[in-house]
């Protein structure tokens, strides 16, 4: 069975840096495709950014050159780091695995204002 646990969500004041975690239990993450989604109040949960192979990496163009999605083989994790933080990035943020995509954890709530 997959599990997702998100962490490292907080407010952060605009043009800062945050870096979110997803420990992931039930498979490997060397061995599976993982995505990083975001979902405001009212909206679609849209994709932020994804990574294949353990290196392959996308990412949706609103975050392109400032937000790197990494695996951390050894702690079983996949990490968003997030840079230059705008408000427009305020959500909640999830991490699925895409052979699995009826399973998402909790979210972690990201917060960018001053």
């Known amino acids: 069975q997959v599990r997702l646990v998100e962490s490292g969500g907080t407010l952060v004041q605009p043009g800062g840096s945050l870096t979110l975690s997803c420990q992931v239990s039930g498979v490997r993450v060397r061995n599976h495709n993982m995505d990083w989604y975001r979902q405001t109040p009212g909206k679609e949960r849209e994709f932020v950014a994804g990574i294949a192979n353990g290196w392959a990496t996308s990412y949706a163009d609103s975050v392109k050159g400032r937000f790197t999605i990494s695996i951390d083989n050894t702690k079983n994790t996949v990490d968003l780091q997030m840079n230059n933080l705008k408000p427009e990035d305020s959500a909640v943020y999830y991490c699925?695995?895409?052979?699995?995509?009826?399973?998402w954890g909790q979210g972690t709530q990201v917060t960018v204002s001053s």
């Open positions: 699925n695995v895409p052979l699995y995509p009826n399973t």
